[in-house]
């Protein structure tokens, strides 16, 4: 019998877990002999490709793993292979499909079936009744067809941990792209947006089995291994002994990072130490704020001890090793544009290396969505389901986030003006929302969705310029630091080129053998003088290179070395 595991990424340096964690289950558990093809795609890619390869196995049994940014994909897929496949059985899994199954097959008239919750027991079981042609209809989280009907099996809790899905097969197919592992399932929580603390526990594999894991992952070539716990600390003592193994194992690993999904209240003290003692840029955390509005945080059922949060935060970032990088989601209930401005100047104020602004999205089997005309949602009907409006936000305020959140993307986020955005916010006296919300009302900068780099640089400094309060000087001075310590080529942009010949003789002083070097002279001090960035090796938290301020005489002689 040959099979199909299909999974389809959002991008090419993504990898999938899922569909190798069913792959080592079928060779695990299923009696029968299968000849299981692996198949990872992206949803960039041309459809043709993956339709093709399928269509070359001709295969007897096809399995997809479905997600909001895969589904249509998916869907289009299947239409396009089910005519020429009709002896093919086709099943979806995944959360996109698994809470609103019945939905999904009436859409699919041609589709087997659904397998809702975890499969790595129940895939092995429905293919193995599919070979020995036997009735399936008892397998917990199916749902099939019995003639014109649709029956819908509930899911039954899993407590056995799934087999390893780090195969041979899975090294060879990863090429370095970034790795996943998860090391425990479920979450303590029970927010109302979120699928993943709906049976409200938590679930950990085995330690050992744990740290093996970490250990192959990270002599695998990728460089990026990416903890997929929806709340990786919410065992304290278990979360303390995996970043001290990380942090002890760190000098006898290739140069790799592991980035984890924390709750940063949860944080005791002992763990804030540890962390401190971590290589810099070994660890990334992604802290979810969701909002600092307490009437918001009750109606989500997100327990959060905000004055803890603030403080770990603080702690973790004043370390100065670990890239931080915190979530706001738009849209919850109550928090309307007047209180959505407070969180995110609360947010700002921590100063994370990067602010994420989503936006609420309604997915199927989430209490929010269940509710959704209670609070006058309106959504997207199609994946992935992002809101348009609700009883808080009507469609114009949303829109505006959409673009106060592409230039936050743009100028925060990037990291490519640091200096900039010190220099503005400090002339202007702007908080940061009302900052963004000008750029975004401003109708200077149009459609940023693909606009260059040096561009939109070009539009921020003629914007800024006419602006009060704002030196131009001083202002193209700061962008051609952030430019110089962003970009490793050591070339400014139009905009921020002054002609001036004695920079020549001076970057000839000031260049090292075997050392990459840019220069720019600075006009906006009482002495002239010279940014000189080295391009020997980035910061491992920010990115960003080291820049110099040297100061030269007027003939353009360096004062110091």
Same mark, same amino acid.
Request: with cysteine.
């Given at each position: 019998?040959?099979?199909?595991?299909?999974?389809?990424?959002?991008?090419?340096?993504?990898?999938? =877990?899922? +569909?190798?964690?069913?792959? #080592?289950?079928?060779?695990? !558990?299923?009696? /029968?002999?299968?000849? @299981?093809?692996? &198949?990872?795609?992206?949803?960039?890619?041309?459809?043709?490709?993956?339709?093709?390869?399928? =269509?070359? +196995?001709?295969?007897?049994? #096809?399995?997809?793993?479905? !997600?909001?940014? /895969?589904?249509?994909? @998916?869907?289009? &897929?299947?239409?396009?292979?089910?005519?020429?496949?009709?002896?093919?059985?086709?099943?979806?899994?995944?959360?996109?499909?698994?809470?609103?199954?019945?939905?999904?097959?009436?859409?699919?008239?041609?589709?087997?079936?659904? &397998?809702?919750?975890?499969?790595?027991?129940?895939?092995?079981?429905?293919?193995?009744?599919?070979?020995?042609?036997?009735?399936?209809?008892?397998?917990?989280?199916?749902?099939?067809?019995?003639?014109?009907?649709?029956?819908?099996?509930?899911?039954?809790?899993?407590?056995?941990?799934?087999?390893?899905?780090?195969?041979?097969?899975?090294?060879?197919?990863?090429?370095?792209?970034?790795?996943?592992?998860?090391?425990?399932?479920?979450?303590?929580?029970?927010?109302?947006?979120?699928?993943?603390?709906?049976?409200?526990?938590?679930?950990?594999?085995?330690?050992?089995?744990?740290?093996?894991?970490?250990?192959?992952?990270?002599?695998?070539?990728?460089?990026?291994?990416?903890?997929?716990?929806?709340?990786?600390?919410?065992?304290?003592?278990?979360?303390?002994?995996?970043?001290?193994?990380?942090?002890?194992?760190?000098?006898?690993?290739?140069?790799?990072?592991?980035?984890?999904?924390?709750?940063?209240?949860?944080?005791?003290?002992?763990?804030?130490?540890?962390?401190?003692?971590?290589?810099?840029?070994?660890?990334?955390?992604?802290?979810?704020?969701?909002?600092?509005?307490?009437?918001?945080?009750?109606?989500?059922?997100?327990?959060?001890?905000?004055?803890?949060?603030?403080?770990?935060?603080?702690?973790?970032?004043?370390?100065?090793?670990?890239?931080?990088?915190?979530?706001?989601?738009?849209?919850?209930?109550?928090?309307?544009?007047?209180?959505?401005?407070?969180?995110?100047?609360?947010?700002?104020?921590?100063?994370?290396?990067?602010?994420?602004?989503?936006?609420?999205?309604?997915?199927?089997?989430?209490?929010?969505?269940?509710?959704?005309?209670?609070?006058?949602?309106?959504?997207?009907?199609?994946?992935?389901?992002?809101?348009?409006?609700?009883?808080?936000?009507?469609?114009?305020?949303?829109?505006?986030?959409?673009?106060?959140?592409?230039?936050?993307?743009?100028?925060?986020?990037?990291?490519?003006?640091?200096?900039?955005?010190?220099?503005?916010?400090?002339?202007?006296?702007?908080?940061?929302?009302?900052?963004?919300?000008?750029?975004?009302?401003?109708?200077?900068?149009?459609?940023?969705?693909?606009?260059?780099?040096?561009?939109?640089?070009?539009?921020?400094?003629?914007?800024?310029?006419?602006?009060?309060?704002?030196?131009?000087?001083?202002?193209?001075?700061?962008?051609?630091?952030?430019?110089?310590?962003?970009?490793?080529?050591?070339?400014?942009?139009?905009?921020?080129?002054?002609?001036?010949?004695?920079?020549?003789?001076?970057?000839?002083?000031?260049?090292?053998?075997?050392?990459?070097?840019?220069?720019?002279?600075?006009?906006?001090?009482?002495?002239?003088?010279?940014?000189?960035?080295?391009?020997?090796?980035?910061?491992?938290?920010?990115?960003?290179?080291?820049?110099?301020?040297?100061?030269?005489?007027?003939?353009?002689?360096?004062?110091?070395?």
């Amino acid at each position: 019998m040959k099979l199909v595991l299909c999974a389809v990424n959002s991008k090419y340096v993504h990898s999938s =877990l899922a +569909i190798w964690y069913l792959a #080592a289950s079928l060779e695990k !558990y299923c009696e /029968n002999d299968n000849l @299981i093809h692996v &198949l990872e795609g992206t949803i960039n890619q041309e459809i043709d490709q993956l339709f093709n390869q399928i =269509l070359k +196995i001709q295969p007897d049994i #096809a399995a997809f793993s479905c !997600y909001i940014w /895969n589904i249509a994909y @998916i869907k289009q &897929l299947l239409r396009r292979l089910s005519p020429l496949l009709p002896h093919t059985v086709f099943i979806l899994g995944g959360p996109e499909v698994s809470y609103n199954p019945r939905e999904v097959m009436e859409a699919l008239p041609f589709l087997h079936y659904v &397998l809702s919750g975890e499969g790595e027991l129940a895939l092995p079981q429905l293919i193995d009744d599919i070979a020995d042609k036997q009735h399936c209809a008892s397998l917990p989280g199916l749902t099939y067809r019995r003639g014109s009907e649709i029956i819908s099996n509930p899911i039954k809790p899993v407590s056995d941990d799934p087999p390893s899905p780090y195969t041979e097969q899975y090294f060879k197919a990863l090429q370095g792209r970034i790795a996943y592992l998860e090391t425990s399932r479920g979450c303590p929580f029970s927010c109302s947006f979120c699928l993943s603390g709906q049976g409200n526990s938590v679930r950990f594999f085995d330690l050992n089995r744990t740290k093996s894991d970490l250990n192959r992952l990270a002599h695998s070539g990728t460089r990026t291994i990416k903890l997929v716990d929806r709340t990786f600390n919410c065992d304290p003592n278990r979360a303390y002994a995996l970043f001290e193994y990380i942090i002890q194992m760190a000098p006898k690993w290739p140069q790799v990072r592991f980035h984890f999904e924390v709750a940063a209240d949860l944080f005791d003290e002992m763990t804030l130490a540890l962390l401190k003692t971590s290589p810099p840029g070994l660890i990334q955390m992604e802290a979810g704020l969701q909002s600092f509005y307490a009437k918001t945080l009750t109606a989500i059922h997100r327990k959060t001890n905000i004055h803890r949060l603030i403080k770990n935060l603080k702690s973790l970032l004043d370390g100065g090793n670990i890239h931080i990088h915190v979530d706001l989601i738009a849209g919850l209930p109550h928090e309307n544009l007047t209180y959505f401005e407070q969180s995110f100047n609360h947010a700002y104020a921590l100063a994370p290396h990067m602010l994420q602004l989503g936006f609420l999205k309604m997915l199927h089997g989430t209490e929010l969505r269940d509710n959704a005309d209670s609070f006058q949602y309106s959504f997207s009907p199609e994946p992935p389901y992002e809101l348009r409006s609700n009883r808080w936000l009507d469609p114009s305020q949303v829109s505006l986030l959409k673009g106060l959140e592409d230039h936050l993307e743009r100028f925060y986020n990037s990291g490519r003006f640091r200096h900039t955005l010190d220099y503005l916010l400090a002339q202007t006296g702007l908080t940061p929302f009302v900052f963004y919300r000008s750029l975004a009302e401003s109708g200077h900068f149009g459609n940023l969705l693909h606009m260059s780099l040096d561009t939109y640089t070009e539009k921020v400094l003629q914007y800024f310029s006419q602006q009060p309060h704002i030196d131009p000087i001083k202002l193209r001075d700061c962008m051609a630091v952030d430019r110089l310590g962003s970009n490793s080529t050591g070339r400014l942009p139009k905009c921020l080129h002054i002609p001036d010949s004695r920079l020549k003789s001076i970057a000839a002083g000031l260049r090292k053998p075997n050392t990459k070097r840019g220069f720019a002279l600075l006009y906006s001090c009482e002495t002239l003088q010279v940014a000189v960035s080295d391009y020997k090796q980035a910061d491992p938290v920010t990115g960003l290179y080291p820049v110099k301020l040297i100061p030269v005489d007027s003939q353009g002689n360096p004062l110091s070395p």
